[in-house]
C-alpha cells in the first residue's frame, strides 16, 4: 500500500485531473472537485497574473460553501500547476498566492525546485511532479516532492515515451509515496488498470477538453469527438518539448503533420509568448477514441466512475 499524505487520502474518485493549458479554468476545475476528482488548472492561465488571485477566491469560497453545504459527500480538493522553467518569469509570483490561499495540492513541471516544495509545505500543501523517466523520478524526491504523477506514452501535450508498465513498475521499486500514472487514460476500465499495475490514481486531461465547462473552441471540442489515437502526432516544434497534438489542427495551421521540423529546446518558453505558441496547435493524448460527445463534467465523471464498477465487478467474477 502507497503512504499517501491525509488530502489524498480519501478522494471520492481516484482521479486527478490534468492541468489544461489555456483551457482549465475556475469552472472547470470546481465542477470537477465537485464531481468527486481533483480538479486543477496551470497558474499561467489566469492572465493577467493579477486574475490568479481572484481565481483562488472563487474556487476556495465556491468549494467551502459546497462542503458546508454537502458535510457527508465533500468535493475533492483542488490543485494548481506551476511551471517551473526558467522562462517562467511569474512562478515567485504565482507560488505567493498559492501559499496566501493555501492551495492543497501543487503540481510542478518542468524542473524541480526545493523552495517551491518547501513554500507548499509551510502551509501544509501536498506537491506532486510529474516525471517521463525513472532519473527524474528521483531528481524530485530527492528535491522534496511528496508525490509523483508518471507521464507515459500517449498522455496529451508534453509526454514521454516510456511504456505505463516499465515507468510504473522502476518507479515502485523504490518509492511507496503517491504516484498517479498519465497517459491516454479516458475510461473507467483504464483507471483500473492504472491502479492494478502500481498507480493510486489515474491523471486525465483530454477528455476533459471535450466538457461544456472547458475554456476550449468548439471546433477543438468536436476534433476530440471525432478523432482517435490515429490523430495524434508526437512533436516538439510548438515548445521546445515533445508533446502530443491533433493533426487536424496542424494542418490548418498550414503544416504538414507527418513532415514537421525538429525543434531546438533552447526555444522551449512557458513565459509570456507561450499563449500565443499554443494558440492554434491543440495538444490532445491518444485516448480520445473513448470520448464521443461533448458533455458536461458531471457527466463524464458518472461515466467514468460507472465503467470503474464494471470493470471492478468483472474482476470479482
Avoid at 95 to 107: F, L, S, W
Avoid at 289 to 310: D, F, P
Wanted: with cysteine; net charge negative.
Amino acid at each position: 500500500m502507497s503512504k499517501l499524505p491525509a488530502v489524498l487520502a480519501n478522494l471520492p474518485f481516484p482521479v486527478i485531473a490534468s492541468p489544461l493549458f489555456i483551457i482549465s479554468n475556475p469552472k472547470l476545475v470546481i465542477e470537477q472537485c465537485k464531481a468527486g476528482v481533483v480538479g486543477c488548472m496551470p497558474a499561467l492561465n489566469a492572465r493577467p497574473a493579477e486574475q490568479l488571485e481572484e481565481w483562488l477566491i472563487e474556487i476556495t469560497e465556491t468549494l467551502a460553501a459546497y462542503n458546508a453545504a454537502h458535510p457527508d459527500a465533500p468535493a475533492a480538493p483542488f490543485a494548481i500547476n506551476q511551471i517551473v522553467h526558467k522562462s517562467n518569469d511569474r512562478l515567485i509570483h504565482d507560488m505567493a498566492m498559492c501559499v496566501k490561499y493555501k492551495v492543497p495540492i501543487i503540481i510542478t513541471s518542468l524542473g524541480a525546485r526545493e523552495e517551491i516544495n518547501q513554500a507548499a509545505h509551510s502551509y501544509g500543501g501536498v506537491v506532486l511532479h510529474d516525471i517521463i523517466n525513472n532519473k527524474f523520478a528521483h531528481k524530485a524526491i530527492e528535491k522534496g516532492a511528496d508525490g509523483l504523477i508518471a507521464v507515459a506514452t500517449g498522455a496529451g501535450g508534453h509526454a514521454g515515451v516510456k511504456s505505463p508498465f516499465a515507468l510504473i513498475q522502476e518507479i515502485r521499486e523504490w518509492f511507496d509515496g503517491p504516484v498517479a500514472l498519465s497517459g491516454s487514460i479516458a475510461t473507467g476500465d483504464a483507471v483500473l488498470a492504472a491502479q492494478a499495475m502500481g498507480a493510486d490514481f489515474a491523471y486525465i486531461g483530454s477528455a476533459f477538453i471535450a466538457t461544456h465547462e472547458a475554456r476550449a473552441a468548439e471546433d477543438y471540442k468536436q476534433a476530440i469527438v471525432d478523432g482517435n489515437s490515429d490523430d495524434i502526432v508526437y512533436s516538439n516544434l510548438f515548445t521546445g518539448v515533445h508533446g502530443n497534438y491533433l493533426a487536424p489542427s496542424i494542418r490548418k495551421a498550414g503544416l504538414d503533420p507527418d513532415n514537421l521540423p525538429i525543434s531546438d529546446p533552447s526555444t522551449m518558453n512557458f513565459g509570456g509568448d507561450a499563449k500565443k505558441a499554443w494558440k492554434d496547435i491543440w495538444g490532445c493524448g491518444q485516448g480520445i477514441g473513448a470520448v464521443h460527445a461533448v458533455v458536461s463534467t458531471a457527466e463524464l465523471v458518472a461515466k467514468l466512475k460507472r465503467e470503474y464498477a464494471a470493470a471492478k465487478a468483472r474482476l470479482s467474477l
